[in-house]
C-alpha cells in the first residue's frame, strides 16, 4: 500500500503474564548503545540472542520499510553496579525501530512500567528519536510514558519533535483515559502526529489504535469482535518550526484537502475549525433567587470527583475543588432522558499509578441517579452545545472530547484566555459521553 514507516503494538511478540524468569527464554540480547551503526539482518553474528532483532531487520530490508516494534530485551549487568537485579540481568519492555535498511536507528526502554513485574526500568530515562527521509524526525515512548513528563513530555519538548510512534497495550478505561481519547488529545495538546499501535484484545479492555493529527484522526475502536485491524493513512507532515499552534494548525488545514488520503473504510470528517476563541469565557453570573443544582461527590476514575448536575435545557454551572474551578454554558436542542453532570477533581490520583491530575470534566452519567455519576458509558444521544472553561494551575492540559459509541470529534475552540483554558464546541456529530479538560500538574507527582 505504499506505506514509508509500519508501527506494531507494545507485547506483541511475546504477549503477557510473565514473571521475571518465565520470560526471559524470549528476550534478545541489544546494546543499548548500538543503535545506528548495527545492521543485524545483514551481520547476524555480531551478537547471540538476537533472534527476533535479525527478523525484524530483515522485515524492513526486504519490504524497503522503516520499522517499529516492542520486544523483551535483556542486558547483563555487574554486582558492583548498586542496581543490577540478584539474577545477574537487566530485563527491559524495549521499543526498536530499524530504516528501510533494516540498520538499528533507536532503541527506547520503557521507563513507566504499568505492573511489569518481569521488567526493570531503566537506570536514567531514554530520549529516543530517529531520523526519516520523509517526514524527519520521530520520536519514540511507550503506553504508561504517555501519562508522565519523564521521559515523553521532555523528549517533545527538548528536541522539537512534531511526529512520535508509540506502541501500546492500553487498558481502557472510561470516561477520561480510553485509548483513542486520550491518544488524540495528546495530539491536539502538543500539535504533533502520533502513529499509535495497540493490542486488540477485547476481554482485557485493550482496543483503540489510531493515526492521530492535531484536528483529524484515522482509528480504529472495536470492543465486539476480536480480529484486530491495519489502520494505514496518508497525513501531512507537521514541520519543525517554533511558530504558535494556531498558525500551524491553520497551514495544517489549508494542507489537508490536498494530501490526506486513507486506505482504511475511515472516511475523512468535515472540514475543523480550530481557532483563538474571539469572545472572552464570561465569568459565571449568579442568578437572583434562582435555586442553583446540588453539588454531590461521586467517585470517577477511582478519584472523588464534586459534580454539579447538568439540568434543563440550558445553564451556568459553576463547581469548584481545591484551587480549581470550572465552568459550563450548555444548551441543548433535545431534552433526553439522560443524566449529564460537571464534575471538578483537583488532587493527587494514587489507583494503578501515582499522579496529579486537574480535572475538569462534563460527562454522561451511567443511570438517573447521582451515585452513577463516573461510571463507564459507551453510549449516548444528548446533543449540546457547551463552553467548557477551568482555571487550570497546568500548562498541559489535553482537551477530551468523546462521543457516543467511542468516537472522536473535535472543539471548535480551544486555549488560553484571561488564565483559564476553555473548549467549546456547537454540537457534537453523536451523543455526547465526555467533554473534559485533563490536566496534569507534572510537579505535584
Known amino acids: 500500500q505504499g506505506a514509508q514507516i509500519i508501527v506494531f503494538p507494545e507485547d506483541g511478540i511475546h504477549g503477557f503474564n510473565f514473571t521475571r524468569s518465565s520470560i526471559y527464554p524470549f528476550l534478545d540480547f541489544v546494546l543499548h548503545s548500538h543503535s545506528g551503526k548495527?545492521?543485524?539482518?545483514?551481520?547476524?553474528?555480531?551478537?547471540?540472542?538476537?533472534?527476533?532483532?535479525?527478523?525484524?531487520?530483515?522485515?524492513?530490508?526486504?519490504?524497503?520499510?522503516?520499522?517499529?516494534?516492542?520486544?523483551?530485551?535483556?542486558?547483563?549487568?555487574?554486582?558492583?553496579?548498586?542496581?543490577?537485579?540478584?539474577?545477574?540481568?537487566?530485563?527491559?519492555?524495549?521499543?526498536?525501530?530499524?530504516?528501510?535498511?533494516?540498520?538499528?536507528?533507536?532503541?527506547?526502554?520503557?521507563?513507566?512500567?504499568?505492573?511489569?513485574?518481569?521488567?526493570d526500568t531503566p537506570p536514567e530515562p531514554d530520549y529516543a528519536f530517529f531520523d526519516t527521509p520523509f517526514a524527519g524526525k520521530f520520536g519514540m515512548f511507550t503506553c504508561f510514558d504517555i501519562l508522565f513528563f519523564e521521559p515523553a513530555v521532555n523528549l517533545i519538548r527538548q528536541y522539537n519533535l512534531k511526529q512520535i510512534v508509540y506502541p501500546t497495550a492500553w487498558m481502557n478505561q472510561l470516561p477520561l483515559l480510553s485509548a483513542v481519547e486520550f491518544q488524540q488529545a495528546f495530539a491536539t495538546a502538543f500539535n504533533i502526529n502520533i502513529l499509535a499501535a495497540n493490542i486488540h484484545h477485547p476481554t482485557l479492555g485493550m482496543t483503540g489504535s489510531g493515526i492521530y493529527t492535531p484536528v483529524k484522526s484515522f482509528i480504529y475502536h472495536n470492543m465486539e469482535s476480536y480480529g484486530g485491524k491495519l489502520i494505514v493513512a496518508e497525513i501531512p507532515v507537521i514541520a519543525t518550526d517554533y511558530k504558535s499552534n494556531l498558525e500551524s494548525n491553520e497551514r495544517f488545514r489549508e494542507n489537508l484537502h490536498d494530501s490526506c488520503r486513507t486506505f482504511t473504510s475511515?472516511?475523512?470528517?468535515?472540514?475543523?475549525?480550530?481557532?483563538?476563541?474571539?469572545?472572552?469565557?464570561?465569568?459565571?453570573?449568579?442568578?437572583?433567587?434562582?435555586?442553583?443544582?446540588?453539588?454531590?461527590?461521586?467517585?470517577?476514575?477511582y478519584d472523588n470527583f464534586t459534580f454539579v448536575p447538568v439540568w434543563g435545557e440550558k445553564?451556568?454551572?459553576?463547581?469548584?475543588?481545591?484551587?480549581?474551578?470550572?465552568?459550563?454554558?450548555?444548551?441543548?436542542?433535545?431534552?433526553?432522558?439522560?443524566?449529564?453532570?460537571?464534575?471538578?477533581?483537583?488532587?493527587?490520583?494514587?489507583?494503578?499509578?501515582?499522579y496529579y491530575v486537574q480535572a475538569c470534566a462534563l460527562v454522561k452519567c451511567g443511570g438517573l441517579s447521582f451515585s452513577t455519576c463516573g461510571q463507564e458509558v459507551t453510549d449516548a444521544t444528548g446533543l449540546i452545545d457547551f463552553q467548557l472553561w477551568g482555571n487550570m494551575s497546568t500548562p498541559y492540559i489535553f482537551p477530551l472530547l468523546l462521543t457516543s459509541g467511542i468516537t472522536l470529534d473535535f472543539a471548535d475552540h480551544l486555549g488560553w484566555k484571561n488564565n483559564h483554558y476553555f473548549m467549546s464546541k456547537n454540537r457534537t456529530s453523536s451523543g455526547l459521553l465526555t467533554a473534559a479538560l485533563y490536566g496534569r500538574w507534572y510537579e505535584k507527582d
Open 38 to 119: 548495527w545492521n543485524p539482518c545483514r551481520e547476524p553474528y555480531l551478537f547471540n540472542d538476537t533472534e527476533v532483532v535479525q527478523r525484524l531487520s530483515c522485515m524492513a530490508l526486504k519490504n524497503k520499510i522503516f520499522l517499529v516494534a516492542n520486544l523483551g530485551t535483556k542486558q547483563p549487568c555487574e554486582c558492583t553496579d548498586p542496581r543490577c537485579p540478584a539474577d545477574g540481568r537487566y530485563q527491559f519492555n524495549t521499543n526498536l525501530a530499524f530504516d528501510a535498511d533494516g540498520t538499528l536507528l533507536a532503541t527506547y526502554r520503557k521507563h513507566n512500567l504499568y505492573f511489569e513485574y518481569a521488567f
Open 266 to 301: 475511515t472516511s475523512l470528517d468535515d472540514e475543523v475549525c480550530f481557532e483563538e476563541q474571539e469572545e472572552t469565557p464570561s465569568r459565571v453570573s449568579e442568578k437572583g433567587n434562582e435555586q442553583s443544582p446540588p453539588s454531590f461527590y461521586a467517585e470517577m476514575m
Open 315 to 354: 445553564g451556568e454551572l459553576q463547581v469548584c475543588a481545591n484551587t480549581l474551578c470550572c465552568y459550563l454554558n450548555y444548551q441543548r436542542a433535545v431534552l433526553t432522558d439522560e443524566l449529564y453532570a460537571l464534575g471538578v477533581f483537583d488532587g493527587l490520583h494514587t489507583v494503578h499509578g501515582t
